[in-house]
């Protein structure tokens, strides 16, 4: 099995960044996709961004794109999530997923894809 374990989250004002990070461990080479999702309370669960290992293929959310980036080391066993230029409507519990599968586009953004779930890690962005 695969263990996923995220962190960086944190309290920040608006406008800051934060860069979260997720750990693999466990069957961590068996895992060809990664992603990131977010969920409010009373929110449903949102796709963030995703990258799939064989080509390098990045995917972002609607509200991801232009303030964030997703990024591994593959040495390391980690991926990323660069978030820059925050609001309050990004406050939400963070996920890490991840798959053996290669997705393809039509399905890398759904949750029922991924097999591996971190714990959550939670941002909230007030003043």
């Known amino acids: 099995q695969v263990q996923l374990v995220e962190s960086g989250g944190g309290l920040v004002q608006p406008g800051d960044s934060l860069k979260l990070s997720c750990i693999a461990s466990?069957?961590?080479?068996?895992?060809?996709?990664m992603g990131w999702f977010r969920q409010a309370p009373g929110k449903e669960r949102e796709f963030v961004a995703a990258i799939r290992f064989g080509d390098n293929k990045k995917v972002y959310g609607d509200s991801a794109k232009g303030r964030f980036t997703v990024s591994r080391d593959r040495a390391k066993n980690a991926l990323f999530l660069q978030m820059d230029t925050l609001k309050p409507e990004d406050t939400a519990a963070y996920f890490c997923?991840?798959?053996?599968?290669?997705?393809?586009?039509?399905?890398?953004?759904?949750?029922?894809?991924?097999?591996?779930w971190g714990q959550g890690t939670q941002v909230t962005v007030s003043s």
């Open positions: 466990g069957r961590a080479a068996s895992i060809y996709t």
């Open positions: 997923a991840s798959t053996s599968r290669s997705l393809i586009m039509s399905t890398i953004s759904s949750n029922r894809q991924y097999d591996s």
